[in-house]
């Protein structure tokens, strides 16, 4: 006996991730992304200060940066 094939309303298309599905938003200076973040400290999500790209060991981007309230390192992976 075979299964008839499911079929869904809705079809999830598999590619890259939501967050990396785009380039970061930039500030109207232009300097840095404006790149948000869970502080962990605050409890609430943050736009970083002082946002650096870093790589990770297995080679995939990120954003380092600082909470502007408590000055609490703030980490996003996928974000650079």
């Known amino acids: 006996m075979t299964r008839p ?47 650096k790209k870093v790589k990770l060991k297995n080679g995939k981007p990120a954003m380092k940066g600082k909470c502007p309230k408590c000055g609490t390192t703030l980490f996003r992976i996928g974000a650079a």
Do not use: T
């Not at 991730?17 to 943050?46: H, N, T, W």
């Open 5 to 51: 094939p499911i079929s869904f309303p809705f079809v999830r298309k598999i590619g890259a991730p939501i967050y990396l599905s785009g380039p970061a938003p930039f500030r109207r200076d232009g300097e840095s992304p404006m790149v948000q973040a869970y502080c962990v400290k605050c409890r609430a999500k943050r736009e970083m200060a002082e946002p």
